[in-house]
């Protein structure tokens, strides 16, 4: 102690001379003090944060870099908090009372597109991919499984196509009942996911319509809202028969003996992305290093929770009330590399959560226009957009630059390796990681959006040329 004493006395000297005169003594003190961990530290505008999420497994960033440190690390103090509903989570975003969020995919795209309440939201940072399910009631699974395909042991073969469902829906309507499943919010990954998987088996999920945003004109399948935590006893109760939704309200039907997850997202597109982190662009303009603080933090948290081992220890932390607070033996399920279809069929599924493996973190340009051209097909954006309009709407929203500055410091830090950063111009290669092995390519929105059976068409000459 001494010495450090001795060390800062001669320095504080050393700067007292400097201030007298002299650019050759001001260069002799910055080379005589050790200048490299303040100098790496960013100048936080706004240290105290207040964050929101959804009670789902997929929040896990934001409990990890609280409950390891390294929002802590980064000079920030978060408190994070539980929201009641999607909705909720959006307008204390829009209106300030949260400085960010845990949110859907799709919520700051739709803010940004046109579609529900406008606003100037940007996403800096991927917190997933995968980890929804689609559910069903017991007595639908009944009648799903004569449908089924079965190997050598007499189980169902995965992944299950919404093929086995039509005949299903087909005897519900003949009873007069309409077939009803619920999905989590209009904009959701959920809801895109859960219309695409029904109309691959040819079944009309509904339309939504500059007047109609229902999302259920001609539909066969009455899509409504809600709440995730609430899914297992909407099902329980009748109101529904089956839904979308991401964990652990997916087990928890397994759990408590009430439904059946019939398929996963990640067989619906492999590796899809599904929650984001949002703030207001208000925000990040004003706060800048800030932004990259917190992006940086969770960064951190999604490597440590791909990092082989820590996942035991992060459902414990999730299971903590003021997280998820659902039981452990429902959130390892799936979070610690496998998942359970029917009671006792439990299956290796080693990427349901992935929080950081295959650049989960980046936000790349391709996946936010995937959803504005789900947002299209199904008539939440009304009318044709030229596809330019895609690329240079998405361009407003997510935003890999405050990403790639924030890893670049962890690089520079130790915390990352140079390989960790993807090598991209945002847009990943074009995929056929669908389950009905449907081409997506990202710089052919117009191309793709036709090339659907079920849903809104381009008439491609006829577009303008500029998109807004």
């Known amino acids: 102690m001494k010495k450090l004493h001795l060390k800062i006395s001669l320095a504080l000297v050393t700067l007292i001379m400097v201030s007298c005169g002299g650019e050759k003594k001001k260069q002799a003190v910055s080379s005589d003090i050790d200048t490299k961990v303040d100098e790496s530290k960013l100048a936080i505008e706004k240290a105290q944060l207040t964050f929101g999420f959804i009670k789902l497994t997929d929040m896990a960033p934001l409990a990890i870099a609280k409950e390891k440190g390294f929002f802590e690390e980064e000079g920030l103090f978060v408190s994070v908090e539980a929201q009641s509903n999607w909705k909720n989570v959006l307008d204390r ?7 960010g969020s845990h949110m859907l995919a799709g919520q700051p795209i739709a803010a940004g597109a046109g579609f529900g309440r406008q606003a100037e939201l940007v996403t800096p940072f991927s917190m997933d991919l995968n980890g929804n399910g689609i559910t069903v009631s017991n007595d639908v699974w009944a009648k799903m499984k004569p449908n089924l395909p079965k190997d050598s042991e007499g189980k169902p073969i995965h992944p299950i196509k919404a093929d ?29 996911e859960i219309r695409y998987w029904l109309a691959a088996a040819g079944i009309s999920p509904g339309m939504y319509s500059k007047d109609n945003i229902q999302g259920q004109i001609d539909a066969d399948v009455l899509l409504s809202v809600t709440p995730p935590p609430q899914m297992p006893s909407t099902l329980e109760s009748g109101s529904i028969f089956g839904y979308c939704v991401g964990e652990p309200w997916n087990q928890q039907a397994v759990f408590r003996g009430i439904g059946v997850p019939v398929v996963t997202n990640y067989d619906i597109w492999k590796n ?13 303009e004003e706060n800048p290093n800030t932004a990259v603080a917190v992006t940086k933090a969770l960064i951190r948290a999604g490597k440590w929770l791909d990092t082989p081992g820590n996942r035991k220890e992060a459902v414990k932390i999730l299971s903590m009330p003021e997280y998820v607070g659902a039981d452990e033996v429902v959130l390892a399920n799936s979070m610690t590399g496998t998942f359970e279809y029917e009671k006792g069929d439990k299956r290796e599924m080693p990427d349901f959560n992935v929080f950081f493996k295959y650049n989960a973190t980046y936000p790349f340009y391709s996946d936010g226009i995937w959803f504005l051209t789900q947002m299209r097909r199904w008539g939440q954006i009304p009318e044709s957009k030229p596809a330019a309009w895609y690329d240079e709407t998405i361009k407003e929203i997510y935003r890999p630059d405050i990403w790639t500055k924030a890893a670049n410091l962890l690089v520079e830090e130790g915390h990352l390796e140079d390989s960790d950063l993807p090598k991209t111009d945002g847009y990943k290669p074009a995929t056929t990681d669908f389950i009905d092995g449907n081409k997506y390519d990202a710089k052919d929105p117009l191309g793709y959006i036709n090339s659907f059976k079920i849903g809104n068409k381009e008439s491609v000459e006829a577009l303008p040329s500029t998109g807004k």
Not at 93 to 99: E, F, K, M, R, W
Not at 172 to 189: C, E, H, I, L
């Open 164 to 192: 086995a469902l039509k005949p299903v829906i087909a005897e519900y309507k003949n009873k007069g009942d309409a077939f009803k499943m619920g999905m989590v919010f209009p904009v959701s990954t959920h809801n895109y």
């Open 93 to 99: 975003v829009i209106d300030g009372q949260l400085d």
């Open 272 to 284: 899809n992305p599904e929650k984001v982190f949002v703030m207001t662009k208000k925000f990040i």
